[in-house]
């Protein structure tokens, strides 16, 4: 997917490790996902395929949103639950490298 950014700056979500692409989980979501984890790791099964099962629902959920600043002027791009991009204007106008690794 590319995007194209109001000040003209070309974003791309074409690779993995992606410098300024995150995702983010909605809070009501939170626990569902770490008692998925919980599950996949403490009572999957002992044969590898129950655990790569309880993995592959893991990846399922579906209980991410994915997130990309565009490297100009910072504007976040949020994708909803429909897939439509909802997007955000820091005040600084600037790209803050919010992914960046510490």
Do not use: H, Q
Request: hydrophobic share 30%.
């Amino acid at each position: 997917m590319k995007i194209e950014c109001t000040c003209g700056n070309k974003i791309s979500d074409s690779s993995d490790y992606i410098v300024y692409k995150g995702r983010i989980i909605p809070d009501r979501n939170w626990d569902d996902f770490w008692d998925a984890i919980d599950f996949a790791i403490e009572k999957s099964g002992p044969s590898e395929k129950e655990k790569e099962e309880a993995c592959m629902k893991l990846r399922m959920m579906r209980v991410f949103n994915s997130i990309l600043e565009c490297t100009e002027c910072g504007k976040l791009f949020v994708d909803d639950e429909n897939g439509n991009l909802i997007t955000y204007s820091p005040d600084s106008k600037k790209y803050n490298a919010i992914f960046k690794k510490k």
